[in-house]
């Protein structure tokens, strides 16, 4: 057998179930990819999450999705200083990790503060006039009633950069009553 050898940002999530831990996700993606990192959305990616037919606690999650998007729309692009809801909604920490791309197609892990940082830098920046998952493509698996996952291919507009479909998945913890993003994975 050859080996190939791979230099990839990775997400697992694992669930115990029956006293065993069992994958339930996976996302890779390089650590640079040779073109721009907006990206093109794949068509061959279909989601089975239906709203009518979703759990309590699926519709939480949704509605915590959908006060992330709201809060970016009405305050992206007036300046750092306006993304604290936004940034309300990380459980920051050191369990708290990030990966994402620069302009140029590096990719990077971020901790809490670089996370923020970013965040508050790219938003505050620059004015997001579309915040969707592509149609077809949300999905939000939820365990044991307190974690979270959701994964979609992004339908972002955003002055400045333009057109960003990425395949996007977040991590979200139930704590104290409230979901929050403990982990970010955009490729």
């Known amino acids: 057998t050859i080996g190939y050898p791979f230099n990839n940002l990775i997400t697992l999530l694992f669930v115990k179930t029956h006293g065993e831990w069992k994958m339930v996700h996976e996302h890779h993606s390089p650590v640079k990819v040779e073109k721009d990192p907006t990206g093109t959305a794949p068509a061959n990616i279909l989601s089975t999450f239906d709203p009518s037919s979703a759990s309590d606690a699926q519709l939480e999650v949704l509605d915590t999705f959908m006060a992330i998007g709201g809060t970016i729309m009405a305050n992206s692009g007036t300046g750092s200083d306006n993304m604290d809801e936004l940034i309300s909604f990380h459980a920051y920490g050191p369990k708290f990790t990030e990966f994402n791309y620069d302009m140029d197609g590096n990719g990077y892990s971020f901790n809490s503060e670089e996370n923020e940082a970013?965040?508050?830098?790219?938003?505050?920046?620059?004015?997001?006039?579309?915040?969707?998952?592509?149609?077809?493509?949300?999905?939000?698996?939820?365990?044991?009633?307190?974690?979270?996952?959701?994964?979609?291919?992004?339908?972002?507009?955003?002055?400045?950069?333009?057109?960003?479909?990425?395949?996007?998945?977040?991590?979200?913890?139930?704590?104290?009553?409230?979901?929050?993003?403990?982990?970010?994975?955009?490729?």
Request: proline share 1%; net charge positive.
């Open 118 to 187: 970013n965040e508050r830098g790219l938003f505050g920046t620059h004015a997001v006039t579309n915040f969707a998952a592509k149609p077809g493509t949300l999905n939000i698996a939820v365990y044991h009633r307190n974690v979270a996952n959701v994964t979609f291919i992004s339908d972002f507009e955003v002055t400045g950069i333009g057109t960003i479909n990425n395949l996007i998945t977040l991590l979200f913890v139930k704590t104290k009553g409230e979901w929050k993003l403990v982990h970010e994975h955009h490729s």
